[in-house]
């Protein structure tokens, strides 16, 4: 694990807008077995698509009109019980970081896996989610 000191900017990247941190089990398991409306997950990371695409794009897709009713992050690497335990409402997926998923009255309807975050832009994926926001929002 990274000192915490070097990922708190990382974690205040999504924090400062507005998405709340689950990190223990019990936050993960309460919040996302009863989300009503809409919520987006961001499993957040240290690795350069995080930083470059993930993070900047999940944040830039709530400026549209259409978004979801709650944000939240696990942190790969860092709060793994929790990471661990928020993928389990992630599958059918492997487990994949940086990655965010889209819940609808608790079920899993959208996810970016990493490898779709790979090599491409945050605005890209901020036009992703933004289409994704549209469908389900």
């Not at 019990?26 to 997950?41: C, F, H, M, P, R």
């Not at 240290?46 to 549209?64: D, H, I």
């Not at 819940?103 to 945050?122: Q, Y």
């Amino acid at each position: 694990m990274y000192p915490e000191e070097l990922v708190a900017p990382m974690r205040a990247d999504l924090t400062n807008n507005g998405f709340t941190e689950l990190k223990d089990t019990e936050q993960v398991d309460s919040t996302l077995n009863d989300i009503k409306g809409t919520a987006l997950l961001v499993v957040n990371s240290v690795c350069g698509c995080a930083a470059g695409s993930a993070r900047p794009g999940a944040v830039n897709s709530l400026t549209g009109d259409k978004k979801p009713d709650q944000l939240y992050t696990v942190f790969a690497g860092q709060d793994k019980d929790a990471t661990n335990q928020a993928r389990k409402h992630l599958l059918p997926y492997p487990p994949s970081s940086p990655s965010i998923g889209l819940f609808k009255d608790g079920e899993l309807v959208h996810f970016v896996e990493r490898h779709h975050i790979e090599g491409r832009t945050a605005e890209m994926i901020s036009n992703h989610l933004k289409e994704v926001y549209n469908e389900y929002c």
